[in-house]
C-alpha cells in the first residue's frame, strides 16, 4: 500500500491534477511507500493565489494575534515531536534520535520568532528637523517561498517559515519530493495553531514547481536550501525575475587537528561529525586535515572507533546511523570510494566491505587517509559516510587548503591553543567556524550562512537576517505644521 501525498493549498490537503507523481522509499527497507503528487501550472496558479489572498489579511493581523499563533505552534511543535520524528525517520532513514534533533533545533526557530513585536521594532528620530520626525518602519514583503533539501525536512523549512509568517507574510514551502510528509505534518501543526488558512501552504513538486516559483510575478522572495549547483541556478533566475533570493549551497566542511588537540577528542568529534545522519548534513565534517604528528595518532582513534558504530534500521532505537536515501545515491557514494582508491587514497576502513541489509539503502562507514587536493573525494561534495584525512605539516599549510576550497560553509579547530584558534577565525575563510565544536550550526538568534559557493545572496538564513530578508524597510517623514505657515519653496528640502 503506497500512501498518496498531496499538496496543502488554503488549509488543507489538496490532490495535485498534473497525474504526474514520484515515489518515496522507507530508505531503511527499499520498499516504495508513497507517491509525492508533482504540481503542475495550475497547481501552482491555485496555490499563489490562496496564498496571496491570505497574505493580504495576516499582515493586518496585529503584532500580539501573530504572536499567539507562534506561541500555540511552538507548543504543539514541541508536544508532538515523537510523531514528526517518526516520519522523518520513515522517509528520510535518519535515526530517530537524530530526527528529534534537527526538530529541536528547528524549534528554536520558532521561539525567535515569538519576539518579533521586539524584532520589528524599527527607529524613531523626534525633531530631525524643526518640527518634523523621522521614523522607519519594516512591513512584509508578501507572498514569499522556500525550496528545501532532502536532509532535512522539518528543520530547514522552519528556518524559513518561522520569520516569514511572524513578519506577515504568506509562506509557500516547496519541500523535496524524496521526503515530503514532514511538511503536511507542519502544515496541520500551524492550522491546529490557528493560523489563518493560506498563509502556510505546501507546494509538491520538482524542477516545474520551482520555475513556476522562480517566475511567478506574485511571489515576491524566494529561500532556497539544497546543492551548489541548484543554488546558482535559484539565485539567476530568481533575481532576474525580480526577486529577493537567499539560495544555501553544498559543503566540504574541513577540521583542522592542531598537534596540541586533545586526540582522543577529537577523534571523538571527527567520528560524530562525519557519520552521524551517514554524512547527509550541509555541516557534516568531511576533510579532517591534520597537522603535523597528529596524523597517525587521529587515524589510528578514528579507525579504532569505526567497528563500534551500531548501523541499523532508524527507527531502530540502537541505530546510531541510518541508510542513505535512495539506492542510486548510495551507488554515487560507493563510486566515490572506489575513484579515492584508484588514485591513491589508503582505504583504512571501507564502508563497501559491511554485512548491512542490501534490501534497504545502506552503505558502512569509510575512512580514507593520504587524501590530496586533487582527488574527487577532496574536491566534491560526497554527502555520505566518507571521512577523507589530509595530511598538512604546519597550520598555515591547513588553513591554506581550507581557504583555497571551493566551498566554505563550515569549519572546526581543534587545538589547546587559544592563540592560534583566535588567528583561525580571523583568517579562515567560511561562514561557520567551531573552535573545539564540530558542527558550529549557529544558534537561531545568530544566522546560518557559508562563503564561497555555498551561499548566493547576501544574507544569511534565519535570525536577525531572517527577519530583514522577509520584510522590506520604509521611512516616514512627518509634521504637523500650522497651515497658516505654508508657503511655496521650489530649493531642494533640507534640515533646519
Ligand atoms: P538538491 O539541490 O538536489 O534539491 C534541493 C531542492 O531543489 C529540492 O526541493 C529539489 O526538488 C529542488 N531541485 C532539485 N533539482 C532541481 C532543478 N534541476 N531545478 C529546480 N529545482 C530543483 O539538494 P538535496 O539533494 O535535496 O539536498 C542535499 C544538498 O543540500 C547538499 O548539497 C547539501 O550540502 C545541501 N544543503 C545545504 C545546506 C546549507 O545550509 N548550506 C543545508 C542542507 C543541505
Known sequence: MTSQISHWIDGRLTPGTSGRTSPVYNPATGVQTGEVHLANAADLAKAVASAKAAAAEWRRASLSKRTAVLFKFRELLHARTPELAAIITAEHGKVLSD???????????AEFACGVPHLLKGGFSEQAATGVDVYSIRQPLGVVAGITPFNFP?????????NAIACGNAFILKPSEKDPSASLFLAQLWKDAGLPDGVFTVLQGDKEAVDGLLTHPDIAAVSFVGSTPIARYIYETGTANGKRVQALGG??????????????????????????AAGERCMAISVAV???????????????????????????PDSEMGPLITREHRDKVADYIRQGAEAGAAVVVDGRDNDLPTDGFFLGVTLLDHVTPDMSVYTDEIFGPVLCVVRAETYAEAVELVNKHEYGNGVAIYTRDGGAAREFQFEVEAGMVGVNVPIPVPVAYYAFGGWKASLFGDTHMYGPDGIH???????VTSRWPDPATSTIDLGFPQTR
Open 99 to 109: 530526527a528529534a534533533g534537527e526538530i529541536a533545533r528547528g524549534l528554536e526557530n
Open 154 to 162: 522539518a528543520m530547514v523549512p522552519l528556518w524559513m517559515c518561522a
Open 251 to 276: 559543503a566540504k566542511n574541513h577540521m583542522v587537528v592542531l598537534p596540541d588537540a586533545d586526540i582522543d577528542m577529537a577523534a571523538d568529534a571527527a567520528v560524530s561529525a562525519a557519520y552521524g
Open 290 to 316: 591534520a597537522v603535523g604528528d597528529a596524523g597517525d595518532k587521529l587515524v589510528e582513534a578514528i579507525a579504532a572507533r569505526l567497528p563500534k558504530l551500531r548501523i541499523g534500521d532508524g527507527s531502530d
Open 469 to 475: 530578508f522577509y520584510t522590506r524597510g520604509k521611512v
